[in-house]
């Protein structure tokens, strides 16, 4: 495996990733734009509004009967939270051209298609067209209105919410269904058309084609060619100055089990100390052997589920536990407990070991799915720090129980969420 980057236009980027490993290729392209609250529902629509059709193909069906006939070619989109930025992502999978009954420039036309659903979109009357706009809001308003839903995520949702109130990283990756009403045909048109000269462009090309052929398939292509150069604006990933101070949110529903999440903050800008802070999150919440799975779980009973998980962008991590409701108080200073234990070095070198093991096979699992390796050197891309998986897998051997000693005292819990009865 081989990963390539090069600019082609100011703001523009190729990654080109060849593999051996996968009989299709994945071609994704991203579009990155900080997170703000005017137009963070506006991009969740567009991102939907887009795949219904491009000036070539109109419709999802004319795009459905397209990519059938490309040996059943597979086109997805979506809209992520990446640190404080929106990012608006189109994929089209297909397979590789060694592997075709004839010769032919297959992906070549999967770019064209790609390109041309992203950048040469369906407009009517200086707008989107009506009826898909209606059809997508009504859509985005289920999903809003379902993240109610599940409850565990609901929880985890809100705890960032509360932790991060009035940051961007507090907005809802979907948006709000409030702003959905002011969103028209021809204000969205408006807004993406300042999106897309502004916004940071990742085009990915992964699987068996070469880094001289990715990069001629990219600069050739003729919708690419009339994108502006641009000063792209995206925000860097930085760690927000938090309030120190510990709080509680309870929020009442008609629940049958407690949901308990609490964020932590981890003060250290080392860039190192992230891979000390993956390897404290593993010791405390990160599988069966973890301190919270063993104490708060298995030990006294406290908890159905407890886990830890650490957003690496945000340098945070949240425990999440569901528990019985009259349990929070018990559960609650068990946690703690397990949060002094770590800063007061009771944990052994197995405990390091068994979470260096942890680590390094899902490091492993990246190159295993096509999206997943192409998610991590994006996030690459993000950080402005190139770590191969090879370096990354070496720095978490590397940290000592000293340097998680350490880091465990730069850790504060920041926002206690409880959604109960």
């Given amino acids: 495996m081989s990963y390539k980057k090069k600019e082609i236009k100011q703001g523009i980027n190729i990654h080109n990733i060849t593999t051996n490993k996968f009989k299709t290729n994945l071609y994704a392209i991203f579009l990155t734009t900080p997170l703000n609250r005017e137009n963070v529902t506006k991009n969740a629509l567009i991102s939907a509004?887009?795949?219904?059709?491009?000036?070539e193909l109109q419709s999802q069906d004319k795009i459905s009967k397209k990519l059938e006939e490309m040996y059943g070619a597979v086109f997805d989109c979506g809209i992520e939270k990446t640190g404080d930025n929106?990012?608006?992502?189109?994929?089209?999978?297909?397979?590789s051209e060694e592997f075709l009954p004839e010769k032919e420039e297959l992906a070549k036309k999967c770019l064209e298609i790609l390109t041309g659903i992203i950048f040469n979109p369906l407009i009517e009357n200086n707008g989107f067209k009506e009826e898909y706009i209606e059809s997508e809001k009504n859509n985005l308003k289920q999903i809003i209105n379902s993240k109610i839903d599940n409850k565990r995520t609901y929880?985890?949702?809100?705890?960032?919410?509360?932790?991060?109130?009035?940051?961007?990283?507090?907005?809802?990756?979907?948006?709000?269904i409030e702003d959905l009403d002011k969103i028209t045909p021809e204000n969205l048109y408006e807004y993406y058309k300042k999106l897309i000269s502004e916004c940071k462009i990742d085009i990915f090309v992964?699987?068996?084609?070469?880094?001289?052929k990715a990069i001629k398939l990219v600069e050739e292509n003729s919708t690419i060619q009339n994108l502006n150069a641009r000063k792209p604006i995206f925000a860097e990933n930085k760690e927000d100055e938090l309030d120190g101070k510990e709080k509680i949110v309870e929020e009442?529903?008609?629940v049958s089990q407690g949901n308990l999440v609490i964020g932590m903050n981890v003060n250290s800008k080392e860039q190192e100390d992230k891979y000390v802070a993956s390897i404290y999150n593993a010791i405390l919440g990160g599988g069966a052997n973890s301190k919270l799975f063993q104490n708060v779980r298995e030990k006294e009973s406290l908890a159905y589920t407890a886990v830890s998980t650490y957003r690496r962008q945000k340098n945070?991590?949240?425990?999440?536990?569901?528990?019985?409701?009259?349990n929070f108080q018990?559960?609650?200073?068990?946690i703690k407990k397990q949060l002094e234990d770590i800063k007061n070095g009771d944990f052994t070198d197995e405990d390091i070991n068994n979470s260096k093991?942890?680590?390094?096979?899902?490091?492993?699992?990246?190159?295993?799915?096509?999206?997943?390796?192409?998610?991590?050197?994006?996030?690459q891309e993000l950080s402005g720090e190139f770590t191969t998986l090879e370096e990354y897998m070496r720095k978490i051997e590397k940290v000592s129980k000293e340097e998680v000693e350490k880091l465990a005292k730069e850790i504060n819990i920041n926002t206690i969420y409880f959604l109960r009865d």
Avoid: W
């Fill in 49 to 55: 509004v887009l795949r219904r059709g491009s000036q």
């Fill in 86 to 95: 929106h990012v608006l992502k189109f994929y089209l999978e297909a397979i």
């Fill in 155 to 176: 929880s985890i949702e809100r705890c960032i919410e509360e932790m991060f109130k009035n940051r961007p990283y507090g907005l809802y990756r979907y948006g709000y």
């Fill in 206 to 212: 992964s699987g068996t084609i070469d880094e001289e």
């Fill in 252 to 254: 009442h529903m008609q």
């Fill in 316 to 326: 945070a991590i949240f425990i999440r536990c569901g528990i019985e409701i009259g």
């Fill in 330 to 334: 018990k559960a609650l200073e068990t």
């Fill in 357 to 379: 093991k942890l680590i390094v096979e899902s490091i492993r699992g990246i190159s295993s799915e096509q999206d997943t390796e192409i998610t991590y050197y994006y996030g």
